[in-house]
């Protein structure tokens, strides 16, 4: 019982310094990077080391926290997301939210797979790598999913698919280097040093 509750202390207080991190990022010059129209963020970052030494539960949440902040964006922070609230707000809370919450989840499940057959410093990797990915390509599959008929895409003009294509694949090279050379390391480093095992969700 003693050894159970220590777990979930240690799990709590990993969840909540995660937590801190990315409202930091989120709230911060240091969270996303402005280049022109594109805008790169870190916040998968701490969601995958999350979903790492933590588990596949706690990726979602720390998901569902970075898409809540990317929603609130959209209330003025965002003109593009503030555009798409006026559209219909309950799609673009669905687009906010449900990507980064797969993202979180889906990444931990393959880290465990991978755990579970010695490949802890692989499965770091990958993990991070796919949280990075995933994000782009639910969120980007959402968006035109739910808003390519909508005047802020079409206003690309006659190719919007290629310049959404374009956009996204400078965001996601940059997003997917950093998300796993960061995440992948530091997961790595804590899961050996600690040490710390995944919790199982």
């Known amino acids: 019982m003693n050894s159970k509750r220590r777990l979930d202390v240690g799990k709590m207080v990993r969840l909540a310094v995660l937590v801190a991190i990315l409202l930091l990022l989120?709230?911060?010059p240091l969270g996303y990077l402005k280049i022109g129209a594109v805008s790169i963020t870190f916040l998968t970052i701490p969601v995958a080391v999350a979903s790492i030494?933590?588990?596949?539960?706690?990726?979602?949440f720390l998901g569902g926290v970075f898409g809540l902040t990317s929603f609130l964006q959209c209330f003025g922070?965002?003109?593009?997301?503030a555009a798409l609230l006026a559209i219909?707000?309950?799609?673009?809370?669905i687009m906010c939210m449900l990507p980064r919450i797969l993202a979180g989840w889906l990444p931990g499940l393959i880290f465990r797979a991978l755990n579970r057959n010695h490949l802890a410093t692989i499965g770091a990797l990958i993990s991070s790598l796919c949280v990075s990915l995933f994000n782009t390509i639910f969120f980007v599959g959402a968006l035109i999913l739910?808003?390519?008929n909508t005047e802020p895409l079409q206003a690309l003009g006659d190719n919007v698919?290629?310049?959404v294509t374009l956009l996204v694949t400078a965001n996601a090279l940059i997003e997917a280097i950093a998300c796993t050379i960061v995440?992948?390391?530091v997961s790595r480093a804590l899961l050996h040093f600690v040490p710390l095992k995944p919790v199982k969700q």
């Open 146 to 148: 739910f808003f390519f």
């Open 77 to 81: 922070a965002d003109p593009f997301g």
């Open 53 to 60: 030494i933590v588990g596949p539960g706690a990726g979602a």
């Open 88 to 93: 219909n707000p309950i799609l673009t809370f």
């Open 183 to 185: 995440a992948g390391g």
């Open 26 to 28: 989120a709230y911060t």
């Open 161 to 163: 698919l290629a310049i």
